[in-house]
T-cell receptor, first 113, second 111 residues
Framework: DAGVTQSPTHLIKTRGQQVTLRCSPK?????VSWYQQALGQGPQFIFQ???????QRGNFPDRFSGHQFPNYSSELNVNALLLGDSALYLC????????????FGPGTRLLVL | EDQVTQSPEALRLQEGESSSLNCSYT??????LFWYRQDPGKGPEFLFT???AGEEKEKERLKATLTKKESFLHITAPKPEDSATYLC????????????FGTGTQLKVEL
């Protein structure tokens, strides 16, 4: 049973550039959420996708956008990168429902120089 | 706004020395409280979900309990391989499944 996968594992970008991160959910899951985890902090919720639409959003600017594909995989796009965007970006998948557990991928480590 | 506070920030134990980690939360209408384990540079690994006060769950040397204001993760006779950061998260009311995390407790178990 394949778990949540993310790509790439590491990425280095320059301020002002744009980046796209990818996520494939755990087999059988239909909902994808993205989190940002700064060093020494807990993950912070960015947004959630279900049925190819953004369903819930945290306190992140519009520079952060996403997409979900018909096969439930998802992308996170960040435009106009800032130094403060350097973090571990985590994707979590779950089944649509009120109390469903989210399972996390290994993350993508983004460094903005 | 949902809030989660974990204590202590860091904990060093000798192998076999049992202890507890605390997670205090403020949320209007708790739908679920989650415990995850995170190793350095990796994604959180799911441990437990608790839904209502009084509920308890166990897995190997770990036991999670829940009250109306806090949750405890009890570690019995820990081993060095239990060393990790333990994260607590709450899921509040609403149609989505946003998790609000604490900053974690970094556990180090020494021989």
């Amino acid at each position: 049973d394949a778990g949540v996968t993310q790509s790439p594992t590491h990425l280095i970008k320059t301020r002002g550039q744009q980046v796209t991160l990818r996520c494939s959910p755990k087999s059988g899951h239909d909902t994808v959420s993205w989190y940002q985890q700064a060093l020494g902090q807990g993950p912070q919720f960015i947004f959630q996708y279900y049925e190819e639409e953004e369903r819930q959003r945290g306190n992140f600017p519009d520079r952060f956008s996403g997409h979900q594909f018909p096969n439930y995989s998802s992308e996170l796009n960040v435009n106009a990168l800032l130094l403060g965007d350097s973090a571990l970006y985590l994707c979590a998948s779950s089944l649509r429902g009120l109390q469903e557990t989210q399972y996390f991928g290994p993350g993508t480590r983004l460094l903005v120089l | 706004e949902d809030q989660v506070t974990q204590s202590p920030e860091a904990l060093r134990l000798q192998e076999g020395e049992s202890s507890s980690l605390n997670c205090s939360y403020t949320v209007s209408g708790l739908r679920g409280l989650f415990w995850y384990r995170q190793d350095p540079g990796k994604g959180p690994e799911f441990l437990f979900t608790l839904y209502s006060a009084g509920e308890e769950k166990e897995k190997e040397r770990l036991k999670a309990t829940l009250t109306k204001k806090e949750s405890f993760l009890h570690i019995t006779a820990p081993k060095p391989e239990d060393s990790a950061t333990y994260l607590c998260a709450v899921q509040g009311p609403g149609g989505g499944n946003k998790l609000t995390f604490g900053t974690g407790t970094q556990l180090k178990v020494e021989l």
